[in-house]
């Protein structure tokens, strides 16, 4: 049994580690309130690059437009962003992603896939178990921006284009609430062309972060056309590499946000159990001075006697 000492040891070590865990939380919760303000902010910009390409590609094509944006490459060849994050004590965060990014590449043939690497945590995962990363990114998170988000858009339609891949998708925690972040498969390029028949297919392909209805709802339909300058075709194509780049910045803030959030209900949790753990070791100790007590007035009633 451990003695008072020890006790009195553990309960100022477990405090100590408390406040550690407090400020924690409290820092996580304010980038949290910045980041999910981030998250919504990028969406409508996102959505509006969406219906605004699906708009151009209806009416500058009389019949299906060749694009290497809307077909893969020649090769078996295939790519994957895969986004973690520099530090831990965020609770599973790095352990789901890294566990369905590990599945998805030990189904392909090692050969035939190009990884990129957000964050040291999946780094260094990757490297122990031996797989060759062609770029790796850290501290993106730290005064991110959109240039960030766009010089990885750069990297990846580089290797797109020159390697011929045949699809490049991007694995990270989607940010639905504080408390839910399901991992998900996001397949950037080749452009997905979906056509929408009814509303209900219509909300679903909005939602949908990594496709270009062929057809858009009624109330986002232009019963115009457009006088285009230089041409159709070139503003197309700039349309192409925008709508790349906000998908990636989107993908990097809903990523972000969930990482803080996990990180932020971690450190709840930890400074729950510390005060559990803390109110244990209390009323351990004060039964054991209880005890030593009422022997030191055993022993001095047997002595007077």
């Not at 000492?5 to 100022?12: D, P, S, T, Y």
């Not at 990014?101 to 190009?114: G, P, Q, V, W």
């Not at 244990?280 to 006697?305: F, H």
Request: with cysteine.
């Amino acid at each position: 049994m451990a003695t008072l000492k020890e006790i009195r040891k553990k309960i100022k070590t477990t405090q100590s580690i408390q406040k550690t865990t407090k400020a924690m939380q409290m820092i996580a919760a304010a980038r949290f309130q910045k980041a999910q303000h981030q998250v919504i902010s990028s969406r409508p910009y996102a959505l509006k690059i969406h219906h605004l390409l699906s708009d151009m590609l209806k009416k500058t094509a009389a019949k299906p437009l060749v694009h290497p944006f809307l077909s893969g490459g020649t090769s078996n060849r295939e790519g994957i962003l895969v986004i973690t994050s520099d530090k831990g004590l965020c609770g599973a965060y790095n352990t789901n992603i890294m566990k369905n990014a590990f599945e998805f590449i030990r189904s392909k043939n090692i050969t035939d896939l190009e990884i990129f690497v957000i964050g040291k945590k999946g780094r260094d995962y990757f490297k122990r178990n031996g797989l060759v990363i062609k770029h790796e990114y850290f501290d993106m998170f730290k005064n991110f921006s959109a240039v960030k988000a766009e010089i990885i858009t750069d990297e990846i339609i580089k290797s797109f284009l020159q390697d011929k891949l045949k699809k490049f998708s991007i694995m990270h925690a989607e940010y639905k609430s504080i408390f839910y972040q399901p991992i998900a498969m996001k397949q950037l390029l080749p452009i997905e062309n979906r056509t929408t028949d009814t509303e209900q297919n219509a909300e679903q392909t909005r939602n949908s972060s990594n496709s270009v209805p062929s057809e858009v709802p009624v109330r986002f339909r232009v019963m115009f056309d457009y006088i285009y300058e230089p041409s159709g075709k070139i503003i197309v194509d700039k349309l192409f590499n925008r709508y790349l780049k906000s998908e990636v910045f989107k993908i990097l803030t809903e990523a972000y946000t969930s990482e803080v959030a996990t990180r932020q209900n971690s450190m709840e949790n930890a400074n729950k159990n510390s005060t559990e753990i803390i109110s244990e070791l209390s009323l351990v100790m004060n039964k054991l001075r209880q005890q030593q007590i009422t022997t030191e007035l055993t022993e001095i009633m047997g002595a007077s006697e």
